[in-house]
């Protein structure tokens, strides 16, 4: 059933995707070689192991960004169209931080932790869209559209929790894994 702020949420098909999503992480990182994920990666300028990094950032976001929602959620809409407007102000820094991010994260943490850090996050977001409520994923906030292609105008918590899909999936596409090409 639809309501006000669009389709029902079906967490079955959230859970799905986070599934098949960290099936495809580990399968990434566990088949790539050192050399593999040395390789630069396509149309950024990241290798194969920092691009994976970011991919990763990517669902890491989700919790913070649920805070945020918590506050200007709650707001007249147009708090947080101040703010988003702010952020998109500062997009240079931010793509600077985000480009920065996974070249140090990526030595940091490496290709052994970043499969139990994936691991972790996607089991903290099964936990919180099973305790969701319909309220809370109807809250509605506008967002910095120039950081990120997959943040839309408005969005709200259940488009929040579709997003980190989106943007790895769009990544995936980038990386230069030899098991990519065969398949």
């Given amino acids: 059933m639809d309501g006000p702020a669009g389709p029902a949420f079906d967490g079955r098909a959230v859970h799905l995707e986070l599934e098949r999503v960290r099936a ?19 149309g950024t300028r990241w290798t194969n192991e920092q691009l994976l990094l970011h991919m990763l950032f990517g ?10 929602f918590a506050l200007f959620g709650r707001l007249p809409l147009a708090a947080s169209g101040a703010f988003a407007r702010l952020l998109d102000a500062v997009t240079g820094p931010f793509d600077l931080v985000n480009y920065l991010g996974p070249v140090g994260g990526a030595r940091l943490c490496g290709r052994r932790r970043m499969p139990r850090l994936f691991d972790r996050v996607i089991a903290d977001l099964h936990r919180r869209v099973d305790t969701e409520s319909p309220a809370h994923l109807a809250l509605r906030m506008h967002y910095p559209t120039r950081w990120d292609p997959f943040f ?4 709200t918590v259940a488009d929040l929790y579709r997003y980190p ?10 990386l230069t894994l030899p098991q990519l090409a065969q398949g």
């Fill in 152 to 155: 839309t105008d408005v969005m």
């Fill in 24 to 42: 495809e992480f580990h399968q990434l990182l566990g088949a790539a070689t050192r050399a593999e994920l040395a390789r630069p990666s396509a």
């Fill in 59 to 68: 669902y890491l976001l989700v919790r913070p960004l649920l805070v945020v």
């Fill in 165 to 174: 899909a989106r943007h790895f999936d769009f990544h995936r596409r980038q």
